[in-house]
């Protein structure tokens, strides 16, 4: 296969290709770069769902029930299952793919696992590339599902245009323990296994936590990705902020998903009326750049460091010492090279 | 308080002082930074254990015992909590810390908790700073908690001298099923809940695993992390590659945990008598510049892009529009700022 062939056989909408060159990413192959850069021109046109939330939500039902929704509105379905748990329990969320894989028989229907591996920031890149693949051959919607635990799922939960944060009851005495960080990224809030005991507190609570914000924001008026559809609610309620819905599931019953997708289409229609939906592609263009600004940097004063011989281990054994000072080192060098 | 007084205060082992200067990282003040490039020259005394292991594997009562342990040694004790799954269970998490805090009468144990936040690699930054500060201020030995979910936590995991792997019986069908990354930086396994039915599988399973590495690597003879006591075992172990021994605990019963105890010092003797240690210490030093040396080219590319008044902005628009390449532009900029 030469060069281009797999970037235009994707944008013909070509499975097997697509998963090559995903696998060609993941193992940083020379030329994966120059494939996805030839696909770029043609991406944007995905809706990007993010599903996220702890082990043992039924995220996985949650996104099975939609791609069986999505299906019989004949949309095109990509799924990108972002697993860092799976460096432990591998075994038990290898089940929940299985099951999803019912659909692996569907040609619309493309599913990709991506385990955390490489260096920092390696698991929003490669989401991030996942989701460019995916969008140049077509698929109309693309789901991300992770597992929400830390910072790198925080930045994958940003890529998407829609974020779905899932609780379920008896996760721990207070929703307000959960950090902050997951729910400021939620669009919408869907409290699974509605059928168990607890469930109602779980929706009174965000409930009221979301009162707290709504009355800090009427007082504040902060500018940010908080906008809302809820149109004229004077005095404490801006015209363009958005009001995360909290719905009730039972996905493992069938129930509530319908409801979810129209949700998610109602804060897409949102998203494209307020003007939000363009500032989410920048600031997400903004990240994107960044990141590869950042890996280009390091790599060339490494080169650098790597020509000069020994140097960098001699930086190490002087820092391992503590005859000399890491941060003034790193200040040092970072001036040589931008001289 | 003046600039450089906190860090006298914490040479003289201070626990309030350590306390605010490590929050003045976590807020990223100015002067925190000098603060630590001041402490610097006198870290490197601590010992430094990493235990890793899934949520619910009784990490904290391991590391309560260990605590124990110590303190009838007459060493003194830092712990670093590194909790980013307590985006979803910080209330759960909380309980275990209230126990281990039975120790936080004691002046000579200093306890942490560090929960994820800040951009991408923040985790395993101020988690390095934390490390830095409590071997300053004299603690004989450090642990760090990770729970052992992602890249992030591998990192951190690499920070030790020694690392602990915690499982426990029933994790999954298949110890094979855990992803290579966290099993590959194990320096001791500790199989916690020994009473439970399945411990002893996992036990066997280890062991074949570790078969199957120290036949390969009788093979290839890669060199590597892994080091041995094992002094002499002709045809297929070097002599001086470390077999990670496989240990049984129910620390709640506060069983296997003095045990433990030892193997790390073996451990740490294997470190000290090989030379690995000092290697270990270099690797670390290269992984922190690189680390520092990132945030500052960063830093100043992205000053250099805001004096070019609305160039990131510029730069984002044309991406998210697909009328400019993100890679190439990344190239560009790069090599402008090396120019």
């Not at 559809?229 to 719905?247: C, F, H, M, T, Y």
Request: proline share 3%; glycine share 10%; aromatic share 2%.
């Amino acid at each position: 296969l030469g060069a281009g062939r797999l970037s235009e056989r994707i944008l013909r909408g070509d499975v097997r290709a697509a998963s090559r060159l995903m696998r060609r990413i993941d193992d940083a192959e020379p030329g994966a770069i120059e494939e996805l850069q030839e696909l770029f021109p043609r991406t944007g046109r995905a809706y990007v769902i993010g599903i996220t939330g702890p082990p043992g939500s039924g995220k996985s039902t949650i996104v099975d029930g939609l791609i069986a929704s999505l299906r019989k509105q004949d949309k095109s379905v990509g799924v990108i299952a972002v697993d860092p748990t799976s460096a432990f329990t591998g075994g038990a969320i290898l089940g929940d793919r299985i099951r999803m894989q019912a659909h692996a028989t569907d040609s619309r229907v493309f599913i990709r696992s991506l385990a955390t591996r490489g260096s920092l920031g390696g698991l929003s890149r490669s989401t991030g590339d996942c989701i460019r693949v995916m969008d140049a051959m077509g698929q109309d919607v693309i789901i991300v599902e992770t597992v929400g635990v830390g910072q790198d799922e925080i930045d994958v939960a940003q890529m998407a245009h829609t974020t779905v944060v899932v609780l379920v009851p008896g996760m721990g005495d207070d929703v307000q323990a959960i950090k902050a960080g997951i729910l400021e990224v939620a669009d919408i809030f869907a409290v699974n296994k509605a059928d168990l005991d607890g469930a109602d507190r779980v929706v009174r609570e965000l409930r009221a936590m979301l009162e707290v914000r709504r009355a800090v924001s009427g007082l504040t008026r902060a500018p940010g990705r908080s906008h809302s559809l809820a149109a004229v609610r004077p005095g404490n309620l801006a015209d363009s902020q958005w009001e995360p819905p909290i719905l009730k599931l039972s996905a493992a019953r069938g129930e509530g998903v319908d409801k979810l997708l129209s949700s998610i289409y109602v804060h897409r229609d949102f998203l494209d009326r307020s003007g939000e939906r363009q500032k989410r592609e920048r600031s997400r263009a903004a990240m994107q750049f960044i990141a590869l600004l950042r890996e280009r940097l390091l790599g060339s004063a490494l080169r650098k460091l790597e020509r000069e011989r020994g140097r960098l281990d001699d930086v190490a054994a002087r820092i391992a010492e503590r005859t000399a000072d890491p941060y003034q080192l790193a200040e040092e060098i970072a001036g040589e090279l931008a001289e």
